[in-house]
């Protein structure tokens, strides 16, 4: 078992690099051969991944995010999971090249900080625990990928506004597409994060019932949260265009990366696990 | 006087009754044409043939016995011939007179026509399938019209097995430039630019509405274009009634309005195509950002192909409006030209690849009776010493042994034979005499394949005739004459 999870991390790197280099070509060159096997090589190697974090925990019997290792490599995942389901939604792969290789930057950290100890900690072991970080990741993945088509759509929206035409016009989507797919990405988002700060809640309101609320983690999420959930009523009102939308998802990304790095590094808590 | 083959440069025609073939081992090939780069339009007018004007001249060409097979392809731009001549120079002259002369005598003036043979005739057609020397590099509409040539050549009966397979290479070509470069990519006219902005912007031109602000000759260009490529809903504002009649009986479907409504049909438009004569903008930015706050929060293309502009410059500033001018529309249309150019590399490759295949199939004929002419002996020597050894072996084994003579003497030849084909490499071909003395293949059998083999057999049974020069194909003639185009090759 042991052999095979350690070749995974040799094998999953490179099945994304491949899937990558054929998004690339699809981005690049409109390769039609490259169109067609993209996004079900996408499936077959998120499968494997599925295969791989299931073999890591039954091999270690916790949930496969104990090292940063494991973490990344979770991450990794949820956002080759969102991003095929936009993908999926959307009918459009013309912009895979971008995330697949997001995707393949964190597996390949991953890989690289792969240890061949675990350690045993009690709380990977909780069912609440597993659900609450799955949903976190899955919703803050999700924010990545929702970030990444903001981007684009903000590219090509000075292209056209501006008449400039850089390199992205004319190999992205249509305005109309990346919004579309951006929209997507940040309801499947909030849905997710709306979903982790309930089980967090119920699950910190049984280990610390006085003082989660305090957590600075914790307040920068909701911050995150609101800001979101703010975008996307405003977007639903139609008081915002696409390009307001486009903003917001950028800076919730920022407030994001605030609370995983600067809370962390600046601030103390009990929501610090690895 | 231009354009006559020169007889004394000539090192003898081919030999009369078949196809001729190069000293190079490809087929004779003949090509004169006229083109934009060479001819004014109103001489271009002149030489163009209308569909039944080119089957007659085909089927004169046919009747003269110097020509084997032919091909014509006119459209506004070119009038080429392309034959696979018997005797080239008597082909020459006929073509020359049926084509050109006949309708144009000017022709004749130094410069104007140009000439082409053999493998740069080969690769002329190729390139003029990829759109190569189209006026606008890359169009797609000239691999649709040598398709037609192509038709037309096969339903007259004009087109023989090389032309065919010319033909092919050429469609197949073309095909590949489009699909596996960029050489059509981006457009590069005012009506596709307006196009490709809005599929810059909208999902589907099925359901944008479009709102043309005038009625004159650029909106019914630009509608035209929009139509064409599936947009449906298409309403005009015009301050003419009678010319909005005028542009609604070329676009039943459009709707029309009168001019001053056309601030409240932006609220529901996707595009505005403004081209109004009018000294003052029809659009201000206070109106345009009125319709927009009165309208769902969705993009707006607007386009001002008007001079003096329709359009307030300003009203690009406002919130979610993509405002386009015929500067922008110029600036996208030089960026998709210059990467057009950037592609020509890849696309020369494609050119290339499918001459080299043409050529190899060629050759590959040539070697039919011979790759014949083995396995017929092949078969002979394995009968005559089954026969020979059968009597030694149970007759319950002789179906078995002649099945394992025949996969042997199969499996023996199958190299060979399609290295005679030239399979896995035209360049290495094998001398066909060679493989023929080798083998002992110029005896009765042989020839009696050869005779069966048909027209493409007798070919290659010919000696190789030397190109016949002519003024325009020589080195330094297209120095002499500054608006010839050069050869291909």
Known sequence: MQILLRSANIVLPLAYLLVAVAYGFVFFAAEARAQRAAAPALRAVILLHLAYLLGLAAHWRQFPAATESQALSLVAFAVAVVYAFVEWHGRERSTGFWLVALVFFFQLLASVLARPETPDRAIFHDPIFAVHVSLALLGYAAFAVAAAYAFLFLQLYRDLKAGRFSTFYGRLPPLAVLERMMLVALIAGFVSLTGAVVTGAFWAQRLYPSDWLHDPKILATVITWAIYGLALVLRRLRRWQGRQTALASLAGLATILFSLVAVNLFFSGFHAFL | ?489
């Not at chain 2, 011979?370 to 009597?391: D, F, N, P, T, V």
């Not at chain 2, 493409?456 to 049974?461: D, K, T, Y």
Request: proline share 6%; charged share 25%; aromatic share 4%.
């Open chain 2, 1 to 489: 006087m231009a354009d006559a083959p020169d007889p004394a440069a000539a090192n003898g025609p081919s030999a009369p009754g078949g196809p001729s073939r190069t000293a190079a081992g490809g087929p004779s090939l003949l090509l004169l044409g006229i083109d934009f780069h060479t001819v004014p339009i109103e001489l271009r007018e002149r030489v163009a043939l209308g569909q039944e004007e080119a089957e007659k001249t085909l089927v004169h060409l046919l009747a003269r016995s110097a020509i084997a097979e032919a091909m014509l392809l006119s459209t506004c731009n070119r009038t080429e011939v392309l034959l696979q001549p018997r005797d080239e120079e008597e082909a020459y002259r006929a073509a020359l007179q049926l084509v050109f002369l006949a309708r144009a005598p000017e022709i004749e003036r130094p410069g104007l026509l140009y000439v082409k043979r053999d493998h740069g005739a080969a690769r002329h057609l190729l390139g003029v399938a990829c759109g190569l020397e189209s006026m606008v590099l890359g169009e797609p509409e000239i691999l649709g019209q040598v398709k037609q040539a192509a038709a037309l050549a096969e339903a007259v009966g004009a087109a023989g097995p090389v032309l065919r397979q010319l033909q092919r290479s050429a469609l197949v070509a073309g095909r590949r430039a489009r699909q596996e470069t960029a050489i059509a990519a981006g457009a590069v006219s005012l009506g596709y630019a307006v196009i490709e902005l809005a599929r810059n912007i909208f999902r589907d031109l099925d359901d944008c509405r479009v709102l043309l602000i005038g009625a004159g000759e650029i909106s019914r260009a630009v509608a035209r274009n929009l139509a064409e490529r599936g947009a449906r809903q298409l309403t005009v504002a015009n301050r003419s009634p009678e010319r909005a009649r005028q542009f609604q009986e070329l676009f039943p479907t459009a709707a029309a309005l009168p001019f001053a409504e056309r601030l409240a049909a932006i609220r529901d438009a996707d595009m505005v195509i403004a081209s109004t004569g009018a000294d003052e903008p029809v659009l201000t930015r206070r109106q345009l950002a009125e319709a927009m706050g009165a309208r769902p929060s969705r993009a707006l293309l607007v386009v001002d192909l008007g001079v003096p502009r329709n359009v307030d410059p300003e009203a690009g500033r406002i919130e979610n409006v993509f405002l386009h001018s015929l500067d922008s529309l110029d600036h996208l249309i030089q960026r998709n030209l210059k990467r057009r150019k950037e592609e020509m590399p890849r696309v020369h490759e494609i050119l290339d690849q499918e001459v080299a295949h043409f050529y190899g199939w060629y050759r590959g004929m040539q070697a039919e009776p011979l790759i014949a002419s083995l396995q017929k002996q092949a078969e002979r020597i394995r009968r005559q010493e089954l026969a020979e050894a059968l009597h030694h072996f149970p007759a319950a084994s002789h179906a078995h042994l002649d099945r394992l003579t025949r996969s042997l003497v199969r499996k023996i030849l199958h190299h060979p034979s399609n290295r005679l084909r030239g399979r896995g490499g035209p360049e290495h071909l094998p001398r066909l005499d060679l493989v023929r003395e080798l083998f002992r293949l110029d005896d009765a059998d042989g020839s009696a394949a050869a005779a069966a083999a048909g027209e493409i057999a007798a070919a290659s049974a010919d000696e190789s005739p030397e190109a016949t020069a002519y003024p325009e194909d020589r080195a330094g003639s297209a120095a002499a004459e500054p608006n010839a185009k050069p050869e291909a090759e």
